[in-house]
C-alpha cells in the first residue's frame, strides 16, 4: 500500500506538506522553457516530476515521482 498525491501546478504546499521533512526543503518549484517542474530527492537521488505527476511515499517511507498514465495502471484505490 501506498500513499498519493497529484501535482497540478496549483498544489505546491499540499505536496511539500505531503512529502513532509524527509527531504530537509530539497523540494524547489522551477520552470523550464514553459513547463513547471518540480525536483524531489529520492532514494536514487534527484528526480524530476512534471505538472500532473503523482508523488507516492512507499511502505518503506521512500519518495518518488510516477507519470499519470503508469499510476492508473499500476495502483488501484484503497
Partial sequence: MIDAIQWTGNNTKDCIDFLGNS???QMLERSINGKREITILT???QHIASKND???RGAAGEHYACKPDIFVKTYDPA
Fill in 23 to 25: 527531504f530537509g526543503g
Fill in 43 to 45: 532514494l536514487e537521488g
Fill in 54 to 56: 503523482y508523488l507516492i
